[in-house]
């Protein structure tokens, strides 16, 4: 028997899944997991996912790591860098701890924790073959889970979604209609992710687009820039090899 | 400036639309709001949307009225009828009031209710055009409300909520991801919902084939066939001429 593949689509529906006997794939498309598997693939040592800029702080200070977030498209008060991909290359993350606070993926993080999550990682488009690989590998149910904003699906996280049912939907049973309409959405976008987003004037892309993250928003939705597998483990997420 | 369409795919995310200025379009389309727009559309003098069998029982003896329900694809213990809209043709529905509980699209309606909306009405494929005509009229916002199943959101409701931003579009602000989700989605199975629903293998059509529906479904998903305005009011669905 194929094991069980289900999407959701908002934090908000996140209880209606069983996950403690899942792998749970954490997707937040723009930016938090790109920027996660990209700090990791850059040699960073771990990325730790706070929920508060407090929290952040607080935990920078205490192992005297890197403190990273934003709020409203600028870092927040207190912080040291923002979220953008690029701000990690590996001659500045590598070796380092990377405290990162963003708002919807991290608190979908947590909430797949508390809920008793088998295992959690995160996915995006930069470590999409990783990913697939190792849901592949696992040969156990699957829960992929959008970040969304603020609870509100949105298009990015939906399309991520997509596009691993779209490689791994012989391997697994699609046992919900999100998956199939996930599937169907990147079908209709996979020739040009960044125009379906543009055309379809997705509400993020405005978002980013006001703070001149086109380059963002491409290097997010192109595969496996990043090749790395973020794998949450005693609050932490490790590269996994 | 144009009034606002959002379009919510699950009662679990209602909360976050401001429904105290739009009017809620409920949509249940397999089989609720379907069956509803049919029986007022034959001439029902109203349908009375009630939460359980038992209040459905308490207020059809009250009124004298026909009871109807199904849990698990059969005529609820206690009831008379079930959900199907060829349950109710003029002859047997005209002038009659209907006492109707199902699941999902009723809750939906009451939270609805009791989160302030301006005004409910009721939409489905069978009065599809009767709904867009009303919503344009209105000029104020709109939130387009998926009754889903037992909170998971699904491909049918999905579906008309795309089907009325396809040609209502020009006349309102986008203003999520979700309606642009939903009209693509409408895009790529228009030409025949049906197929469409079959091909995705959508949990509804599972559900309701395994009891030989497919007319139901079919009907369901067909313009036009009942041309009725069902309208909120006072407790119970009228048709609004």
């Given amino acids: 028997m194929k094991p069980s593949l ?17 792998v749970v794939v954490i997707i937040d498309v723009l930016r938090a997991t790109s920027t996660i598997a990209t700090a990791l693939n850059n040699g960073a040592s771990a990325v730790i996912p706070v929920d508060s800029v407090v929290e952040c702080i607080r935990i920078g200070k205490e192992l005297n790591s890197i403190t990273a977030g934003e709020r409203d498209g600028q870092v927040a008060e207190g912080l040291q860098y923002g979220n953008s ?29 508390k809920n008793g999550a ?22 156990t149910n699957v829960v992929l889970a959008c970040a969304a904003w603020k ?30 309409m996930a599937e169907s959405l ?22 980013l687009t006001k703070y001149h993250l086109e380059k963002d928003i491409r290097y997010c939705l ?20």
């Fill in 85 to 113: 991909p690029f701000e990690y290359p590996q001659s500045f993350i590598g070796g380092q701890t990377l405290v990162l606070t963003t708002t919807n993926g991290t608190k979908l993080l947590h909430m797949a924790h």
């Fill in 118 to 139: 088998k295992q959690i990682i995160t996915g995006s488009f930069p470590n999409i073959s990783r990913v697939c690989d190792y849901l592949l590998a696992q040969n």
């Fill in 186 to 207: 990147y079908h209709t976008a996979q020739n040009d992710l960044y125009e379906f987003m543009k055309e379809r004037n997705a509400t993020h892309y405005h978002r």
């Fill in 151 to 180: 609870d509100k699906v949105n298009i990015e996280d939906t399309l991520f979604a997509g596009a691993v049912i779209s490689r791994l939907k012989s391997h697994f049973e699609l046992a919900c209609d999100a998956s199939q």
């Fill in 6 to 22: 289900y999407t959701c689509l908002s934090p908000a529906l996140l209880h209606l899944y069983d996950v403690s006997n899942s």
């Fill in 222 to 241: 192109t595969n496996d820039g990043a090749p790395s597998l973020p794998f949450y483990s005693e609050g932490r997420l490790i590269n996994l090899s």
